[in-house]
């Protein structure tokens, strides 16, 4: 029944459709320099968007919560530990040796543009910024307290119930605790990346090298999965299609946001990758069964370096030890 | 039965309460939660269209960036959200909401897969489609391009049939381009997209059908009426609010008229107030001779503000006579207001009443019916003296300006007049005792001086008609002698008559004790009057009325006034024509002077003798009461004198209307006394009296007298036994009657029953004498009554000399 209406109906016109679309990226892709690609109007990323308004003083309140040791059992950790905001978002890559008790998970993801994800972490298990934070809370491998015994905390510091009555209105609770950080992270956005001026009609925003990355992009097949304004970030995919690619565990993983992928090293899951170059081989191998030569992964890098956006007006950097 | 007072503004603050809080609270549909359910059932089918469009798109390649379908997603779960958090509120819709939410719980996952699938099949496409065109595949090309044509169809139709064309064409491709790497990828690329292809299809198959239309229209229709009922329900609320809103106008209405009643029945009272107190300063100002015209006045001005037609002031003692006021052409019932005292109405002590119209049978409807009345107001009181007195106003026609609190003012009315009555009754009272002190010491003079000089002429006369007698006896018959000696005799019976009437009418007169047969005494008089007189003149006897009413007195004394006047009637005309008796019951609402006194109002029986005589010079009128006052030659002047002291004693006058040549009426007026004044008179009796008479025969007949009395006599003949009696027994008698014809032997008994019992109250009965007087003034606690003894004199003496029972 289900193949009648398909073929009845629209799955005719749709294929030819997927032939037309296809025949000006393959035509593109060895175009030369002076005939410049400029931005299609069905481009498959599109810009970041503006932060969200949210009331300041909530904002104001999750980042201080954000950087707040007391949300641990030890005082010794706030999420900052792990997030950097000053460089990456993550952390250096020393700090991701560390497990965080996923399964075959090695790799922080950064907390920018975390907030465009429609799943979060690497398995894509917490469907809300909010279930995520009272997950690092509780994870006794990352700050290994609770939320309520957070609240506590607070509740025994006048400036902090303060900076919540004034907030919310009311003393600290764990929905108030949990919506200020995750108020605040919907702040984290990085826009300005060079790309996003190309899409936005900047034509000398990105070099021919850089253009040209674009193009093997999408025709080989990366822009697949990895579309949307977070170039990623917006479904699940299985990894390992044709050839495995790292730690086989867990089989299907959220598809990583590429926004700012260039300063956020190791790659994988795993961390299996140390740089953007080997990452992209061993993607194009192992789920597009496509060996790409060593001039291509350099467009397609360079391609990747103009997604790096800017937090608090400075470009993201690399996290050093 | 009335309200409470406090009812009204209760109720309207309770509406104002129920309107402004529950009424139009309720009386604007809230459908607030139906219309959230039915925004949400709106996105959800929005966000469910939206995805599988979406969902199309992302197959057909037209749609590479999956963002929209994350948000259509997340907006067909929120969307779901809401429907389930609004579940609660629709229990009956549960299911049908359970069913979108499952619904969208599914499609999300769907969608998951949609995402998934579609991202692995562009990527083989993409490369299938360059692979295809390049030339990398070389030799292999015929291979390729029929695997490519396979594919292509592969596309469009993902039936099994294709996928095994496009599976026998993978393997010949395989075969073909085995040692090739392009080959390889191609074929693997190949064979994902045989994988993928009808997979996605599936997927998205499932997608769209995946769609509970009969939840969504079961869950449209279940909201829509839900909005129905509220609407209806909020109906019925602003009806409700309608009719609360107009009974608290009702109410605040009705308060409103009952604070304008509060307001002019303020003014009625200060108004009536006013009037009483007006009324008040000018009854303090009345007089003795304006009373009763002040009183009359009074009630009128009271009767005038509260609307009344008649208004009235009975009662008894002081307040007896009544004055009353009535409108011009109103009349008073018969026996109205006087009834009001009777004893068939609880209007005892003190009290009020008003009554504006009676339903039923009870003490209202009566007292209307008696006053003829169709609103009726009472006020009354017993004064210090135990004499009821009662005010009255009512109305014939209308409704009197007059409630229960203004009764209170009322009742100051009462007391005012009252006791201005009583002030100008005592004050009456006073006068009228001075000036009876008056004459009753020029009478007693007159009497004492009279009764001295008629003993002794008595005896003078007893003299010469003896010496008289003895000449005429030797005188020859018809000589001159014995004519002079026959008028000689005439004279002496003359001069006998006049010391009689001379002795009678110094004789002490007490308070009638005993009600009176008046109609037997005019019948008795009537035949006394016809047979001791010319057979030409007629008496008349004009049959009395039935309700004539009752006289207290002496029967003897007042036949003798009839007697005496009857006879003044019959020489007046000469020895021919009639003379009328007749009697009549007549109320005085006010006093009335008559020519032998002043009447105060009251009731009266009126006896009348009418003649048609030669009348009287009405220059005489005032003279012809005074003693020896005379016109005829034979009269001695004593006749109308002692009628008029008797009717005086009986606390009544005579009055005289005469024209000269055509005849005279003489009016004796007589106070009704009512019957318990009976009952006062009779129990004065049961007490036990001594009697002693001269003979056996005496003894009887008194005794039978002294029954009549309702004493108890204990009678002697002998003078020893009774004085034996009495020293045994002293405690035993009330009082003793000495009864001898010879005053010197009634003295003589009377000191020796003194010295037996000394405070024993003695009775002489004897030929009166002036000696006698002093003897039974020497006596002490002694009276006397003329010889022969009669009833009404002994009782008179009894009554006097015995203090009534259970005084002190």
């Given at each position: 029944?289900?193949?009648?209406?398909?073929?009845?109906?629209?799955?005719?016109?749709?294929?030819?459709?997927i032939?037309?679309?296809?025949?000006?990226a393959?035509?593109?892709?060895?175009?030369?320099?002076?005939?410049?690609?400029?931005?299609?109007?069905?481009?498959?990323?599109?810009?970041?968007?503006a932060?969200?308004?949210?009331?300041?003083?909530?904002?104001?309140?999750?980042?201080?919560?954000?950087?707040?040791?007391?949300?641990?059992?030890?005082?010794?950790?706030?999420?900052a530990?792990?997030?950097?905001?000053?460089?990456?978002?993550?952390?250096?890559?020393?700090?991701?040796?560390?497990?965080?008790?996923?399964?075959?998970?090695?790799?922080?993801?950064?907390?920018?543009?975390?907030?465009?994800?429609?799943?979060?972490?690497?398995?894509?298990t917490f469907?809300?910024?909010?279930?995520?934070?009272?997950?690092?809370?509780?994870?006794?491998?990352?700050?290994?307290?609770?939320?309520?015994?957070?609240?506590?905390?607070?509740?025994?510091?006048?400036?902090t119930?303060?900076?919540?009555?004034?907030?919310?209105?009311?003393?600290?609770?764990?929905?108030?605790?949990?919506?200020?950080?995750?108020?605040?992270?919907?702040?984290?956005?990085t826009?300005?990346?060079?790309?996003?001026?190309?899409?936005?009609?900047?034509?000398?925003?990105?070099?021919?090298?850089?253009?040209?990355?674009?193009?093997?992009?999408?025709?080989?097949?990366?822009?697949?999965?990895?579309?949307?304004?977070?170039?990623?970030?917006?479904?699940?995919?299985?990894?390992g299609?044709?050839?495995?690619?790292a730690?086989?565990?867990?089989?299907?993983?959220?598809?990583?946001?590429?926004?700012?992928?260039?300063?956020t090293?190791?790659?994988?899951h795993?961390?299996?990758?140390?740089?953007?170059?080997?990452?992209?081989?061993?993607?194009?191998?192992?789920?597009?069964?496509?060996?790409?030569?060593?001039?291509?992964?350099?467009?397609?890098?360079?391609?990747?370096?103009?997604?790096?956006?800017?937090?608090?007006?400075?470009?993201?950097?690399?996290?050093?030890? | 039965?009335?309200?409470?007072?406090?009812l009204?503004?209760?109720?309207?603050?309770?509406?104002?309460l129920l309107?402004?809080?529950?009424?139009?609270?309720?009386?604007?549909?809230?459908?607030?939660?139906?219309?959230?359910?039915?925004?949400?059932?709106?996105?959800?089918?929005?966000?469910?269209?939206?995805?599988?469009?979406?969902?199309?798109?992302?197959?057909?390649?037209?749609?590479?960036?999956?963002?929209?379908?994350?948000?259509?997603?997340?907006?067909?779960?929120?969307?779901?959200?809401?429907?389930?958090?609004?579940?609660?509120?629709f229990?009956?819709?549960?299911?049908?909401?359970?069913d979108l939410?499952?619904?969208?719980?599914?499609?999300?996952?769907?969608?998951?897969?949609l995402?998934?699938?579609?991202?692995?099949?562009?990527?083989?496409?993409?490369?299938?489609?360059?692979m295809?065109?390049?030339?990398?595949?070389?030799?292999?090309?015929?291979?390729?391009?029929?695997?490519?044509?396979?594919?292509?169809?592969?596309?469009?139709?993902?039936?099994?049939?294709?996928?095994?064309?496009?599976?026998?064409?993978?393997?010949?491709?395989?075969?073909?381009?085995?040692?090739?790497?392009?080959?390889?990828?191609?074929?693997?690329?190949?064979?994902?997209?045989?994988r993928?292809?009808?997979?996605?299809?599936?997927?998205?198959?499932?997608?769209?059908a995946?769609?509970?239309?009969?939840s969504?229209?079961?869950?449209?229709?279940?909201?829509?009426?839900?909005?129905?009922?509220?609407?209806?329900?909020?109906?019925?609320?602003?009806?409700?609010?309608?009719?609360?809103?107009?009974?608290l106008?009702?109410?605040?209405?009705?308060?409103?008229l009952?604070?304008?009643?509060?307001?002019?029945?303020?003014?009625?009272?200060a108004?009536?107030?006013?009037?009483?107190?007006?009324?008040?300063?000018?009854?303090?100002?009345?007089?003795?001779?304006?009373?009763?015209?002040?009183?009359?006045?009074?009630?009128?001005?009271?009767?005038?503000?509260?609307?009344?037609?008649?208004?009235?002031?009975v009662?008894?003692?002081?307040?007896?006579?009544?004055?009353?006021?009535?409108?011009?052409?109103?009349?008073?019932?018969?026996?109205?207001?006087?009834?009001?005292?009777?004893?068939?109405?609880?209007?005892?002590?003190?009290?009020?009443?008003?009554?504006?119209?009676?339903?039923?049978?009870?003490?209202?409807?009566?007292l209307?019916?008696?006053?003829?009345?169709?609103?009726?107001?009472?006020?009354?009181?017993?004064?210090?003296?135990?004499?009821?007195?009662?005010?009255?106003?009512?109305?014939k026609?209308?409704?009197?300006?007059?409630?229960?609190?203004?009764?209170?003012?009322?009742?100051?009315?009462?007391?005012?007049?009252?006791?201005?009555?009583?002030?100008?009754?005592?004050?009456?009272?006073?006068?009228?005792?001075?000036?009876?002190?008056?004459?009753?010491?020029?009478?007693?003079?007159?009497?004492?001086?009279?009764?001295?000089?008629?003993?002794?002429?008595?005896?003078?006369?007893?003299?010469?008609?003896?010496?008289?007698?003895?000449?005429?006896?030797?005188?020859?018959?018809?000589?001159p002698?014995?004519?002079?000696?026959g008028?000689?005799?005439?004279?002496?019976?003359?001069?006998?008559?006049?010391?009689?009437?001379?002795?009678?009418?110094?004789?002490?007169?007490?308070e009638?004790?005993?009600?009176?047969?008046?109609?037997?005494?005019?019948?008795?008089?009537?035949?006394?009057?016809?047979?001791?007189?010319?057979?030409?003149?007629?008496?008349?006897?004009?049959?009395?009325?039935?309700?004539?009413?009752?006289?207290?007195?002496?029967?003897?004394?007042?036949?003798?006034?009839?007697?005496?006047?009857?006879?003044?009637?019959?020489?007046?005309?000469?020895?021919?024509?009639?003379?009328?008796?007749?009697?009549?019951?007549?109320?005085?609402?006010?006093?009335?002077?008559?020519?032998a006194?002043?009447?105060?109002p009251?009731?009266?029986?009126?006896?009348?003798?009418?003649?048609?005589?030669?009348?009287?010079?009405?220059?005489?009128?005032?003279?012809?009461?005074?003693?020896?006052?005379?016109?005829?030659?034979?009269g001695?002047?004593?006749?109308?004198?002692?009628?008029?002291?008797?009717?005086?004693?009986?606390?009544?006058?005579?009055?005289?209307?005469?024209?000269?040549?055509?005849?005279?009426?003489f009016?004796?007026?007589?106070?009704?006394?009512?019957?318990?004044?009976?009952?006062?008179?009779?129990?004065?009796?049961?007490?036990?009296?001594?009697?002693?008479?001269?003979?056996?025969?005496?003894?009887?007949?008194?005794?039978?007298?002294?029954?009549?009395l309702?004493?108890?006599?204990?009678?002697?003949?002998?003078?020893?036994?009774?004085?034996?009696?009495?020293?045994?027994?002293?405690?035993?008698?009330?009082?003793?009657?000495?009864?001898?014809?010879?005053?010197?032997?009634?003295?003589?008994?009377?000191?020796?029953?003194?010295?037996?019992?000394?405070?024993?109250?003695?009775?002489?009965?004897?030929?009166?004498?002036?000696?006698?007087?002093?003897?039974?003034?020497?006596?002490?606690?002694?009276?006397?009554?003329?010889?022969?003894?009669?009833?009404?004199?002994?009782?008179?003496?009894l009554?006097?000399?015995?203090?009534?029972?259970?005084?002190?």
């Amino acid at each position: 029944m289900t193949r009648i209406d398909l073929r009845g109906c629209w799955l005719r016109p749709v294929t030819f459709a997927i032939g037309l679309a296809l025949t000006p990226a393959a035509a593109g892709a060895g175009g030369p320099a002076d005939n410049r690609p400029v931005p299609h109007p069905e481009e498959p990323i599109t810009p970041l968007p503006a932060p969200p308004s949210a009331d300041p003083l909530r904002v104001q309140l999750g980042e201080r919560l954000f950087a707040d040791r007391r949300l641990s059992a030890t005082g010794s950790r706030s999420c900052a530990s792990c997030h950097d905001l000053a460089t990456n978002g993550a952390g250096p890559p020393a700090r991701d040796a560390q497990s965080t008790g996923d399964q075959g998970v090695k790799d922080t993801p950064t907390v920018f543009n975390a907030a465009l994800s429609f799943r979060l972490n690497w398995a894509g298990t917490f469907p809300t910024l909010e279930a995520q934070a009272a997950n690092s809370i509780r994870n006794p491998a990352v700050m290994g307290g609770s939320p309520q015994q957070a609240v506590e905390r607070l509740s025994a510091d006048p400036a902090t119930v303060a900076a919540f009555r004034r907030a919310y209105g009311r003393a600290p609770d764990v929905p108030s605790l949990l919506d200020a950080i995750a108020t605040f992270e919907r702040s984290l956005l990085t826009p300005d990346s060079r790309f996003d001026a190309w899409l936005k009609g900047d034509q000398n925003a990105l070099s021919d090298r850089e253009l040209r990355g674009y193009t093997l992009f999408k025709t080989v097949g990366c822009a697949s999965c990895h579309q949307g304004r977070s170039v990623g970030a917006n479904l699940f995919q299985r990894h390992g299609i044709f050839h495995p690619l790292a730690s086989p565990r867990p089989a299907i993983l959220r598809v990583p946001s590429l926004r700012n992928v260039a300063v956020t090293p190791p790659y994988f899951h795993d961390g299996s990758a140390h740089t953007l170059e080997a990452a992209v081989h061993a993607m194009g191998r192992a789920q597009l069964n496509r060996s790409l030569t060593a001039s291509q992964v350099a467009d397609i890098v360079a391609f990747l370096r103009t997604l790096t956006g800017k937090y608090d007006g400075r470009p993201l950097t690399t996290a050093t030890p | 039965m009335r309200a409470p007072r406090w009812l009204g503004p209760l109720a309207a603050l309770s509406l104002t309460l129920l309107t402004t809080g529950v009424l139009i609270d309720r009386s604007k549909a809230d459908t607030r939660r139906e219309d959230e359910a039915l925004r949400a059932l709106g996105d959800y089918e929005q966000a469910q269209a939206a995805l599988h469009r979406d969902g199309v798109s992302v197959r057909m390649g037209l749609l590479r960036n999956y963002d929209r379908l994350v948000a259509d997603t997340a907006a067909l779960e929120q969307a779901s959200q809401r429907l389930l958090s609004s579940a609660e509120a629709f229990p009956p819709a549960g299911p049908a909401i359970e069913d979108l939410a499952r619904s969208a719980g599914v499609q999300a996952r769907l969608a998951e897969d949609l995402k998934t699938d579609s991202a692995l099949l562009q990527n083989s496409l993409a490369y299938f489609s360059i692979m295809a065109a390049s030339t990398e595949t070389g030799q292999s090309e015929g291979a390729v391009d029929a695997l490519t044509a396979a594919m292509l169809r592969l596309t469009l139709d993902t039936s099994p049939e294709t996928q095994d064309l496009v599976g026998r064409r993978l393997n010949a491709a395989r075969d073909a381009g085995a040692d090739r790497a392009p080959i390889r990828a191609l074929v693997a690329h190949a064979q994902v997209l045989q994988r993928q292809l009808p997979r996605a299809d599936r997927t998205l198959g499932r997608l769209l059908a995946n769609d509970s239309v009969e939840s969504r229209r079961t869950l449209r229709a279940y909201l829509a009426a839900r909005r129905e009922q509220a609407a209806a329900d909020a109906l019925r609320f602003r009806l409700a609010l309608a009719g609360a809103i107009l009974v608290l106008v009702a109410l605040l209405v009705r308060l409103g008229l009952r604070l304008r009643g509060h307001v002019s029945q303020l003014g009625r009272r200060a108004r009536l107030e006013h009037v009483v107190a007006e009324v008040s300063a000018s009854l303090i100002r009345a007089s003795p001779t304006n009373a009763d015209a002040t009183v009359v006045n009074a009630l009128e001005q009271i009767a005038s503000a509260l609307g009344a037609d008649r208004g009235y002031l009975v009662g008894e003692g002081p307040y007896a006579y009544g004055h009353a006021w009535a409108r011009a052409g109103v009349d008073f019932e018969a026996e109205w207001p006087k009834r009001a005292l009777a004893s068939d109405f609880p209007l005892r002590g003190k009290g009020a009443l008003l009554i504006k119209g009676a339903r039923g049978d009870g003490l209202d409807r009566t007292l209307l019916e008696a006053a003829g009345a169709r609103s009726l107001g009472l006020v009354w009181a017993t004064n210090e003296d135990g004499c009821l007195v009662l005010l009255g106003f009512d109305s014939k026609r209308g409704r009197l300006r007059l409630d229960e609190s203004e009764l209170e003012v009322a009742r100051l009315a009462l007391d005012s007049i009252a006791g201005a009555l009583r002030r100008l009754s005592l004050e009456r009272n006073r006068a009228e005792l001075e000036r009876r002190l008056q004459l009753a010491s020029r009478l007693e003079a007159i009497g004492v001086f009279a009764s001295g000089i008629a003993h002794n002429f008595n005896n003078i006369l007893g003299g010469i008609g003896g010496y008289a007698e003895m000449a005429a006896a030797q005188a020859p018959a018809r000589s001159p002698a014995a004519r002079q000696l026959g008028e000689i005799q005439h004279a002496v019976a003359r001069g006998r008559d006049l010391v009689d009437g001379i002795l009678a009418f110094g004789r002490q007169r007490i308070e009638p004790p005993r009600s009176v047969d008046v109609a037997g005494l005019m019948k008795e008089t009537a035949s006394v009057l016809s047979a001791s007189h010319s057979s030409e003149v007629r008496v008349v006897l004009v049959t009395p009325p039935e309700d004539l009413g009752t006289v207290f007195g002496e029967g003897g004394d007042l036949q003798q006034v009839l007697l005496n006047i009857g006879a003044n009637a019959v020489r007046a005309m000469e020895g021919r024509g009639e003379v009328r008796l007749s009697a009549a019951r007549t109320s005085l609402t006010h006093s009335r002077e008559c020519v032998a006194g002043t009447l105060p109002p009251g009731t009266y029986v009126r006896l009348t003798v009418d003649d048609v005589g030669c009348g009287i010079d009405p220059s005489l009128l005032p003279q012809i009461f005074e003693p020896f006052f005379t016109t005829r030659r034979d009269g001695h002047g004593l006749g109308l004198a002692t009628a008029r002291e008797i009717v005086r004693d009986h606390g009544g006058s005579i009055d005289v209307a005469s024209t000269l040549g055509q005849g005279s009426r003489f009016e004796i007026w007589l106070p009704e006394v009512e019957s318990r004044h009976d009952a006062k008179a009779t129990a004065r009796g049961g007490r036990t009296v001594l009697l002693l008479c001269a003979t056996q025969e005496c003894v009887l007949q008194s005794e039978d007298m002294l029954a009549g009395l309702s004493y108890e006599p204990v009678g002697y003949s002998d003078e020893e036994e009774a004085v034996s009696a009495l020293t045994r027994k002293p405690e035993r008698f009330d009082a003793a009657i000495c009864c001898h014809e010879q005053a010197s032997i009634a003295v003589g008994w009377a000191d020796q029953l003194r010295r037996a019992s000394p405070g024993l109250p003695l009775v002489l009965v004897s030929r009166v004498s002036l000696q006698l007087n002093y003897d039974a003034a020497a006596l002490g606690r002694c009276a006397v009554v003329a010889w022969p003894l009669r009833s009404g004199g002994l009782a008179r003496a009894l009554n006097h000399l015995l203090a009534p029972l259970g005084a002190p």
